[in-house]
């Protein structure tokens, strides 16, 4: 192709990483060297904010939620995702139904799911406390989503139930596996389980990186489910790093702050980009 | 007869298990929907007594859902022409060996980790300096670029998977680049295309973060935010909560149940590749 093909079809992209990628990543990191209140002049303050962030509590708070949250998607919901696949990939009856239904709940938007859950936990209204009433265990009904102790589980149960796509993504790759190795392994007389531990879980690697991609970035964003079921609270309890760049400047209005979380926020991406790159060596990706 | 042997029927039991507590709170939240007010918090668990589709009415009369409803499709619309458009552009310049492949592919996988709501405020500024703050061109320019690295890596990943033969063939009956995209490559990638269409109006469907940061009037208000405004508007109305919920759901939940099978296998297409 000629040169200046070349530039036409790549212009665009390099425009769009330019202007909605590199000056943002420069902006946050020049103004997160400022005080700013969104509309005043900017104040040079050095390394103030940094100190500021770093000795925050509610930061360190955010932080961890956030890769508590990268811990849920690593060890509940994708593991629940890939057993879920491996079960229907057994064609047990109506597993095409339900695979729709497993589904269903991802084409439905997450600030509704979340407003869905908000009700289920609700103190008097809700089903999850009914439901603990129903079969005597009055003891263990709780205001789930007021409760410090309960709140951040409470916000992450219901990402972990949802695996459709997830599950999804497996049965495809399921799908590719040969029929010619399936009856070797047949042969030599592995049955259910052992096929899945020494057959099928080995060949969807693939898949589990998509997988790890997906979900690691959708909970470095979270921002959707603690900001509808508990707006960061109680006190904090259920805040990310998202949800914490949002109130530094909406409610805030520490532009400066905000901008120091958002720092953050990348350097968190970039050192899971480079565990996930490494985990990933060896796929066909260049 | 065959017989059914005792370990599927207990994987059979696990998975209705699961389905059920995936979808049993929309059944509750479908018939809570229904009922008035009044009754729905006297007796929230109760068998109904009256149901009907007043909420509905009053909610629709209320406020107006439609344009929310439109704002979010538009919104979805702007960002799937411009990921479709560029993404396409992308992949297959990236077809071609050049010097700078690397550094570029590197870029853009590295996007992929970025969360976008760390640029909420150049965003912010940026689509308030353009004079496109408060449009639903704003959030769909904002969308689109969200969507660009995702989009990016499904369609190159999905344009290399196709025999390099046919650019050949291409080349040798002398047909230009811009011919073999449009002619060739294009009609070969629909598949990789339709995934990463979907997958945009999904995340567009969800998406509140920007959606509330760039709007502020009931005209470029998309239905997350409205729905997210509920919660504190309707407080005493649960009813009416419930019913504006499920409008919001309604048209994805339409468009799932008519294309179940294309979406199912339309959203992993191009995703296993990785």
Known sequence: MKKRMLVFYLFPAVFCAVVFFIIPLIYIGYVSFFDWNGLNAMTPVGTANYRQVLSDSNFRLALKNTLIWILAAVLIHIPLGLLLALLLNRKIMGWKVFRILYFLPNVISITALAFLWYFIYHRDLGLLNWLLELIGLDGLTNSWLTNTDTALGATIVPFSLYVGLTSVIFMTQLSTISEDLKEAALLDGAKGWQMDLYVYIPLVKPALMTNIMLNVAFCLKNFEYPFVMTSGGPVNSTTTLALYVYKKMMNANQYGISMVGSVFAVLLGLCLMVIVRTLQKGGQDE | ?274
């Open chain 2, 1 to 274: 007869m065959k017989r059914v042997k005792l370990s599927r029927i207990l994987i059979f039991a696990f998975l209705v298990l699961i389905a059920c507590i995936m979808l049993v709170p929309f059944v509750w939240l479908v018939i809570a929907s229904l009922r008035p007010n009044m009754e729905l918090l006297s007796n929230p668990f109760g068998i109904p007594e009256t149901l009907n589709l007043n909420n509905y009415f009053e909610v629709w009369r209320r406020q107006p859902m439609l344009r929310y409803l439109l704002n979010t499709f538009l919104a979805a619309l702007i960002a799937v022409v411009i990921d479709v458009v560029i993404s396409v552009m992308t992949g297959y310049a990236m077809l071609h060996r050049f010097r700078m492949r690397g550094k570029l592919s590197t870029m853009f996988y590295v996007g992929l980790f970025i969360p976008a709501n760390a640029f909420m405020v150049p965003y912010y500024v940026m689509i308030t300096k353009i004079g496109l703050y408060n449009t639903i061109w704003g959030v769909g320019l904002i969308y689109g670029v969200m969507n660009l690295p995702f989009s990016i890596m499904i369609i190159r990943g999905f344009m290399e998977t196709l025999p390099m033969q046919i650019i050949e063939s291409g080349k040798i009956d002398g047909a230009t680049a811009n011919q073999i995209l449009i002619r060739l490559v294009l009609p070969m990638t629909k598949p990789g295309i339709v995934t990463v269409c979907i997958f945009i109006v999904i995340n567009c469907w969800n998406e509140l973060f920007f959606a509330n940061l760039l709007t502020l009037s009931e005209s470029s208000r998309t239905i997350t935010v409205a729905i997210q405004s509920y919660l504190t508007s309707f407080e005493a109305n649960y009813g009416f909560a419930f019913a504006a919920m499920i409008i919001s759901i309604l048209p994805t939940l339409i468009v799932y149940i008519f294309l179940t099978n294309k979406i199912i296998g339309g959203m992993t297409a191009g995703a296993v590749k990785g």
